[in-house]
């Protein structure tokens, strides 16, 4: 896929899409910075980058459902 193609096929549902999960995401990571189970900054810088990467890779970006599961895990049991 080149950086031409891939501009080709960015829609306003793609864009709608990929920002859908921020609704999910963050609150996930807030409360997990809250129980000091990890740290906010470097967590999203690293969400960011391993969500790039797999798009780009796979040609599909990781669903946020997974990472529900392991947040409330680690929120109730006070993983860190």
Known sequence: LTLRGFYSELSISELSGAFGDLGTFLPLLLAL??????????ALLWAGIFNIVTGILWDCPMPVQPMKTIAAVAITEGLT
């Open 33 to 42: 910075s809250n129980v000091e189970a990890v740290q906010f900054s470097p």
